[in-house]
């Protein structure tokens, strides 16, 4: 089981001089906010990936963790469960941009977002396929992304779970 009671174990985690980047499989937010601001803390991560929100729209702006800040996310509309969110550590907030990742996403198949942390020079993105998503259409959208990324040199963190 996954540092979160009640979630798989689906926790990965990266770090590059020493910031860290954390990446969950939460399977739905509901209640396990204060269980995930726990987590977050304890691990010390500047960057929490998470894939599987299962929130709504503005659903998602009301999961407030605590030294976090959501950064960008994406959530779906006409199907079930999915989404990817980022969140930043308080620290970080002044130096980000959000990506716009939007026109990549197709529900279900490509799922991201993503930001870029100016003063690291790091550009972090969160990706999800459901295990019912087309494949093909995943790397192709995966494609597309790394070409439109592959213009800044820049560090890239890619987490992502399928």
């Known amino acids: 089981m996954s540092p979160l009671a009640g979630t798989p174990d689906l926790f990965e985690s990266n770090s590059i001089?020493?910031?860290?980047?954390?990446?969950?499989?939460?399977?739905?937010?509901?209640?396990?906010?204060?269980?995930?601001?726990?987590?977050?803390?304890?691990?010390?991560?500047?960057?929490?990936?998470?894939c599987e929100h299962w929130c709504k729209g503005?659903?998602?702006?009301?999961?407030?963790?605590?030294?976090?800040?959501?950064?960008?996310s994406f959530c779906r509309v006409h199907f079930l469960h999915g989404g990817v969110a980022i969140y930043l550590r308080d620290q970080f907030v002044a130096n980000f941009a959000k990506l716009d990742?939007?026109?990549?996403?197709?529900?279900?198949?490509?799922?991201?977002?993503?930001?870029?942390?100016?003063?690291?020079?790091?550009i972090i993105i969160a990706l999800y396929r459901s295990p019912t998503g087309n494949p093909d259409i995943f790397l192709e959208r995966f494609d597309d992304l790394m070409m439109m990324l592959g213009k800044p040199?820049?560090?890239?963190?890619?987490?992502y779970r399928r």
């Open 17 to 50: 001089n020493g910031f860290k980047v954390g990446f969950l499989n939460i399977q739905g937010m509901g209640e396990k906010s204060i269980l995930l601001d726990k987590f977050c803390l304890e691990n010390g991560f500047g960057v929490i990936c998470i």
């Open 58 to 72: 503005v659903e998602l702006d009301y999961k407030i963790l605590e030294n976090y800040v959501l950064s960008s």
């Open 101 to 122: 990742l939007e026109y990549l996403c197709i529900e279900k198949h490509f799922e991201s977002t993503g930001v870029v942390i100016g003063n690291l020079k790091l």
């Open 153 to 159: 040199k820049w560090k890239k963190f890619k987490c």
